[in-house]
């Protein structure tokens, strides 16, 4: 139990600037959240299911993070502020994962058996952000704030938007294929213009 406070308090010593002292580990939701989680997680792996779901619900209710005992959680996640948080029963999240208020790791409703995503290691998640179905999120890839991610995500990668989309891979910018606002086609103007020369032609074949 030490050794797990400690790693925890180095955790969000790491990633909160806002954490000024380690006896403020105790006020974070996200460490309630994950202690409360690792029990229910064994209870679960034991089909003690009803005792598993009591534990995350009554977290879920405390914290505003809603774990399901069956996700499977690797070391050194980390909830910030915690808010509307809900992690679904197939989830797979790797280790050093952090997800901020209002993240969803959720279903789309259409599959089944494995319906959750999988984050590998070093993904960050930000607010309000919705990863939905089994799809995987390449390790060190980050999700904006308010994206849908509906797609695999290749390793270190940036998605942004409603649908998620790759705009930075190793730290490049993907270039987005706009569309051309200037050039845009005229079908009026073309119909015309073959008009124009089938006139020409049938003008000509006239004279001839
Ligand atoms: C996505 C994010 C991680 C930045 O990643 P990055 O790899 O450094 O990406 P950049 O800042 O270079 O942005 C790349 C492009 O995505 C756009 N972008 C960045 N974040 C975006 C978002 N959340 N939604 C929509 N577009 C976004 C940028 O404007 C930029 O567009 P441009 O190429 O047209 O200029 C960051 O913007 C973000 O959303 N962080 C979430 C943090 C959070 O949740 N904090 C909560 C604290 S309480």
């Known amino acids: 139990m030490f050794e797990t406070i400690k790693q925890e308090i180095a955790i969000i010593r790491d990633r909160d600037p806002a954490i000024k002292s380690d006896m ?10 994950i202690l409360k989680y690792r029990k229910a997680h064994k209870l679960y ?7 598993a779901r009591l534990i995350s619900q009554r977290t879920a209710r405390k914290t505003g993070i809603e774990i399901h005992p069956g996700a499977t959680i690797g070391k050194g996640l980390f909830i910030d502020h915690g808010h509307g948080v809900v992690i679904g029963e197939t989830a797979i999240i790797g280790d050093n994962v952090t997800l901020y208020q209002g993240v969803t790791l959720g279903g789309t409703g259409k599959q089944k058996g494995k319906r959750h995503p999988t984050l590998e290691d070093n993904v960050m998640v930000g607010c309000g952000a919705k990863v ?40 490049v910018k993907i270039p987005s294929a706009d569309l051309d606002q200037v050039h845009l086609p005229d079908p009026v103007m073309n119909d015309i213009q073959q008009l124009k020369e ?7 074949q006239m004279e001839e």
Do not use: C, Q, W
């Open 24 to 33: 403020e580990v105790f006020l974070y939701p996200s460490f309630k959240a």
């Open 198 to 204: 089938t006139v020409a032609r049938l003008v000509k």
């Open 132 to 171: 939905l179905g089994d799809i995987t999120i390449g390790a060190n890839s980050m999700i904006g704030a308010g994206s849908v991610v509906l797609n695999d995500v290749p390793p270190n990668s940036t998605v942004v938007g409603v649908p998620g989309r790759v705009v930075k891979r190793d730290n």
């Open 45 to 51: 792996e034991k089909k003690h299911y009803f005792r």
